[in-house]
């Protein structure tokens, strides 16, 4: 079976140094969880004292209603698969899955049987009699899911899993580890910096700075609709302009450096006049190679790269900015550099900040952090 997983008020110290200051989540049962950030940011500590190769400083860590603070880990029962495989070099295929349920006392037919069904699950039953350094590093990596799920765990942590492949096998292998996640129903907590990737697998996702969640939610709502700054600009690409938030006509009117006005309706409420940042995704800028009498930013293009379906476009604003759009390519030759262009901005899509805190000013942000009140909100996803 699965387990829902509930940690309050973590605390992680190394010595002096709070690698982790206060933190508390809630990871439902058969969830595909995911905490994401950059390196150092705390993501493998906390998987780590999930796991109970950490120590735990402060609050409480639970599997349902069993506190698992000074379990330990043989009796937490977790599989792991980590980012260098970990598979036993000089024992088989067959022998690698079978390993755990030994290891238990399970009986031969019972080892046979769900080393089988394990073998086929991740598809490497053909290789069940190699050798591991005769399989690829994809081969490898689905042998040590496989390990990690024959034992029946109640939650599976994976610790970077792919980074160690290339980019077609990373692909490859996230479907491959999604589609056996889905089947398998079990409470899974996924470790990675990647964002693509974590967007591409997971349930929820949890991006992380410094030990701290600044966005919980699902991927859909943390690309549309980042709870600040950090996560506007961690998960995919954003243009930041500066400008300035006014009331307008009982609404709220941004005003860029050249005096380009955007009327913008979905803020929360209690926004005030101020400094904002807007924060515009490279696909949320668009290019009109002539005025047109269009209200705009112009800007000159300085560079592009011709990408198939799309091609992205480098551009110096008449601000000063710099900005990247991605617009989908045209039968028509890619626009040169040195091309004068104008911009506007889908405002339906954009979002805005506030200079001062950093947190979003935007209706619909839906985050399971205790956000500050300013700026942003708290809302269950």
């Not at 045209?330 to 001062?356: H, M, R, Y």
Request: glycine residues 8%; negative net charge.
């Amino acid at each position: 079976m699965s387990v829902e997983i509930s940690i309050r008020h973590a605390l992680k110290k190394y010595g002096a140094v709070t690698v982790i200051p206060d933190l508390s989540l809630k990871i439902n049962n058969g969830e595909f969880f995911t905490l994401l950030g950059p390196s150092g940011c705390g993501k493998t500590t906390l998987l780590r004292m999930i796991a109970g190769f950490n120590s735990i400083e402060g609050g409480e860590f639970l599997f349902n209603d069993v506190k698992i603070n000074n379990m330990d880990p043989g009796k937490r029962n977790i599989g792991m698969v980590f980012q260098n495989y970990a598979i036993f070099p000089n024992m088989t295929v067959r022998k690698n899955v079978e390993f755990g349920l030994k290891n238990r006392g399970v009986d031969k037919e019972t080892v046979q049987r769900e080393t089988d069904k394990f073998l086929k699950l991740v598809h490497v039953d053909e290789y069940a009699d190699r050798m591991p350094e005769r399989l690829s590093g994809g081969q490898q990596q689905r042998v040590a899911l496989a390990r990690a799920l024959v034992i029946r765990p109640d939650v599976l942590l994976m610790d970077e899993p792919l980074s160690n492949l290339d980019a077609k096998l990373r692909v490859e292998m996230r479907t491959v580890i999604k589609n056996i996640q889905h089947d398998v129903g079990i409470t899974t907590v996924y470790v990675t910096h990647d964002q693509e990737e974590a967007m591409a697998v997971s349930d929820r996702i949890a991006v992380m700075k410094d030990g701290v969640i600044r966005h919980c939610g699902r991927p859909k709502n943390i690309y549309q609709r980042p709870a600040d700054l950090f996560v506007a600009t961690f998960i995919g690409k954003s243009n930041l302009l500066k400008a300035k938030l006014e009331t307008a006509e009982g609404g709220w009117t941004v005003v860029f450096g050249n005096g380009y006005r955007v009327k913008f309706d979905n803020l929360v409420a209690g926004t005030a006049p101020q400094e904002v940042t807007v924060s515009a995704r490279p696909e949320e800028l668009h290019i009109h190679k002539t005025a047109e009498g269009l209200p705009g930013i112009r800007a000159t293009v300085h560079d592009s790269v011709f990408l198939g379906l799309n091609t992205h476009y480098f551009v110096e604003l008449e601000t000063g900015e710099k900005a990247e759009i991605i617009q989908e390519s045209e039968v028509d030759d890619i626009i040169q550099p040195g091309t004068d262009i104008l911009l506007t901005l889908n405002e339906k899509k954009a979002n805005l900040f506030s200079t001062e805190t950093s947190l979003s000013l935007m209706d619909g942000v839906q985050s399971q952090v205790e956000l500050p009140k300013t700026g942003a909100r708290e809302e269950a996803d």
